[in-house]
C-alpha cells in the first residue's frame, strides 16, 4: 500500500475544492495532500464518472472523498475513483447538511460505527489504495470522548490507513452546516488524547487551525493537520506551511507567479470550453493585504466575470498584485 506523506492536508470542501481550485492550491504546496468536494458514490456509480473524476495530473497527490453507506455502492465508486488515478479514498462521516441526513450518510454515521466499519472494509478489498475516514468528534448529545474513542475502535478495526477528526460534534437539526463549522466547540484535546492512547493510528487533526504557527503547534505528535477555510481564503499560508515543514528553501511563490501559472491553465480549460470566471473565483485569496485584497476582488468580480474574459484578462490584475500584499 503507498504510503501518502499526510503532514499538510488540504479539506474537502463541496463548491470550493473543485478541479480548478485544487490546480491553484497546488502551486502554493507541492506536497500537500488535497482532497476533492464530496462525491456520492451513488452518483458516481450511476453517473457520469469520467466528469465527476476529471482532475489533472499536476494536483496529484489527490484524494478522492466519497458520500455514502451502501458497502457495495462505495466499493464500487471506490474502485472507480482508483482506476481514474486517486491517491486515496475517503469516506465523509462529517457532513451534517440535511441533503445528506435524508440520504442516511454524513456525520448521522458516528452512530452507525459498525456501518462505517462495514463500508470501510468493502472498500479495502475493493482497491489497493489507502482507505480513510473523516469524522466528527461526535453528534448532537454525544460528545464525550467515550463515544468518540468507541467509534473510532470499531473503525480502527476495519484497517483505516488514516482518520481524519474534525474536531467539533455535528448538530443535527438547528444547525446549518456553516453553522455547524462554528458553533459546536473545538476539542482539540480528543484528537491529542486519542494519539496518546493508539500511537499506531494515523491521526489528521482538522478544525480552526487559522495561521502557521496554530497549524505548527496543533500538529504536535500528530501525523498531520488538514485546513479547510484557512487554505481557501489565504491560500498563501500552505507555501508558508510547505517552506516551514517540507523545503526551507522554498519562498512562497510571488503572486504575480501564480497568475502567470493560472492564466496558462487557464487557457489549457477555455480550449475545453471553461470559462474563466469558473477558474478565477478560487483566486480570491490571492491577494490578502488589505488595500489589494479589495482592489484585487473588484477586479475578479467586475473584470473577470464577463463573459466573454479571456485568460490573458487576469494580466490587467499586475499593478495591484504588485502592491504589498502579505498580510
Ligand atoms: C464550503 C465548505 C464545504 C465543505 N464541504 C465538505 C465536504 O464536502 N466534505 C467534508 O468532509 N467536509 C466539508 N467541509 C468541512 C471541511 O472539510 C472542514 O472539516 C471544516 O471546514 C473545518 O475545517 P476548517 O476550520 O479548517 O475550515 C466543508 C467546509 C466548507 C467551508
Redesign the pocket.
Known sequence: MTSLDRRLCV??????TDRHCRYFHRLFTPHALL?T??IVAAALVRGDAGRLLEHDPAEQPLAL?L?GCDPLELAAAARLGAAAGFAEINL?V??PSDRVKNGSFGACLMLRPALVAQCVARMRDAVSIPVTV?CRIGIDARDDYEFFAAFVEAVAAAGIAALIV?ARAAILGGLS??EN?EIPPLRHDYVHRLKREQPQLCLVL?????DAATASAQRGALDGI???????HRPRLLAELEQAWFDPARVPPEPERILAAMVGYARRERDKGVRLHSISRHMHGLVVAQDGARAWRRFLSDIATRPDAEPETLYAALPILRLPWAA
Open positions: 479539506a474537502p470542501m463541496m463548491d470550493w482532497y468536494e464530496m472523498q458520500g465523509n462529517g457532513c473523516k474534525h452546516p456553516k463549522r482538522n478544525g480552526g487551525l487559522g488538514m485546513l479547510g477555510r484557512a487554505a481557501y
